[in-house]
């Protein structure tokens, strides 16, 4: 091992949170043109996108849809996460009872989300 | 204790990458990670080189990198590190290494002063000495920062500076803060360009291994949200 480069010495809560924002950022740079695309073809060959859809009823296409959205989120509360983070000078004790509530409702909406389905 | 012996592997050599060499240790009771370089370095191998001085946390010269984690060696417990009886030691991260342990700080020091990391003085010593109120809000802020030892440990853990050898590293930064709290300091100006330009506060990513390392629990990635805030303040109010 090298000491000088440890990756899991380095895998604690913020720096996860920071790669996980990253990833998720790319991962809607590489998909989001691809999603742009597909609705285009609305205007430029509605049969092509109509049997698109015919096909996006089930299998690859829905869980790559359920991919971006599920990007987004993640990137989106990420994001909203830092800013809060930078923009609004928290103490430390404030801290942690924002990232409590946030689990708890997240947790909550998650058995909603389980409900609903 | 499970054995008697330590097995410690010490990263050695400048530029000669990864030549380890694996000593054994005797075990005490009462052991840091510096004393065991010591005892490596007196006992087994004198052409060891490794920096020290004061022994309690107080100079910031003897960080290392200990099982990938850059640490303060001198108050660091084995027993706390030590991973099935082994530990692996190198060269502190994001610093040219000069030999075996010992890194150049210069680039560190440097960065201290392009951020404005110095006193910024109006006064002489015909002027009263300026008040300082203990319980203002920006007192508080810079109280946070002034235990800050130099040891680069926090520089060490951050994965920006890795990325981005410009980038000032949060112990300049946290000092700049510091010193923008000051009610004695008088550069403010002076430090606000400091640290927005391009290797400044805005490229730190709030991932936080500055504040979860640095070994006096001081909190760099806040200091630095703080300059983010002035510096953008400033700048919208030149802009209007
Ligand atoms: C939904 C609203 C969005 C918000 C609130 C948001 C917020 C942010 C923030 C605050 C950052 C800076 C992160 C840092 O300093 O480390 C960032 C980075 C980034 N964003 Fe977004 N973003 C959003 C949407 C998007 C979209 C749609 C894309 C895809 C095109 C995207 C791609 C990226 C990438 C690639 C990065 C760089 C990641 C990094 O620096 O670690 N973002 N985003
Ligand atoms: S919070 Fe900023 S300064 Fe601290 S380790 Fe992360 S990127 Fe570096
Ligand atoms: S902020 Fe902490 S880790 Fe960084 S140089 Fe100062 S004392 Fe060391
Ligand atoms: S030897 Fe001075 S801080 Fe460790």
């Known amino acids: 091992m090298n000491a000088a480069n440890g990756i899991v010495s380095r895998a604690h809560p913020l720096w996860l949170a920071y790669v996980l924002h990253r990833l998720s950022g790319i991962g809607l740079a590489v998909f989001l043109p691809l999603h742009f695309w597909v609705l285009a073809m609305a205007m430029t060959a509605p049969a092509r996108l109509d049997a698109f859809l015919a096909m996006s009823g089930a299998g690859v296409a829905k869980l790559a849809e359920f991919g971006l959205v599920f990007l987004l989120a993640v990137h989106m509360f990420g994001g909203l996460r830092l800013m809060a983070l930078e923009w609004l000078p928290w103490r430390p004790s404030q801290k942690t009872l924002a990232a409590g509530a946030a689990a708890a409702s997240f947790l909550i909406a998650s058995f909603f989300l389980l409900k609903a389905v | 204790m499970t054995s008697n012996f330590l097995k410690v592997t010490i990263e050695r050599g400048a530029g000669a990458k990864n030549a380890q060499r694996v000593f054994e240790v005797p075990a005490h009771e009462n052991q840091t990670v510096l004393d065991v370089v010591s005892w490596i370095q007196q006992c087994a191998d004198p052409t060891l ?109 951050c994965d920006t500076v890795a990325g981005n050898p410009e980038y000032l ?13 000051d009610a004695r300091d008088e550069g403010r100006e002076a430090i606000l360009d400091a640290v927005s330009d391009k290797s400044g506060c805005h ?8 504040t979860a390392y640095c070994p006096n629990e001081l909190d760099p990635m806040s200091a630095i949200a703080g300059l983010k805030r002035e510096t953008t303040k400033s700048f919208l109010g030149r802009v209007r």
């Open chain 2, 49 to 157: 080189s490794y920096r020290f001085a004061c022994r309690v946390g107080m100079c910031g010269s003897c960080a290392m990198m200990v099982n990938g984690v850059p640490r303060w060696t001198c108050r660091t417990h084995i027993s706390k590190v030590l991973d099935d009886n082994a530990v692996t030691i190198g060269p502190l991260r994001n610093l040219p290494t000069i030999k075996d342990l010992v890194v150049d700080m210069d680039p560190f020091f440097d960065k201290w002063v392009a951020a404005e990391g110095m006193h910024h003085g109006g006064r002489t010593r015909e002027h009263p000495i300026a008040p300082v109120d203990e319980k203002s809000a920006a007192r508080i802020e810079a109280n946070a920062g002034i235990e800050c030892i130099n040891c680069s440990v926090c520089y060490a853990a």
């Open chain 2, 169 to 181: 590293g949060p112990a300049a930064l946290l000092r700049a803060w510091t010193l923008l709290n």
């Open chain 2, 203 to 210: 490229n730190c990513h709030s991932m936080g291994s500055c």
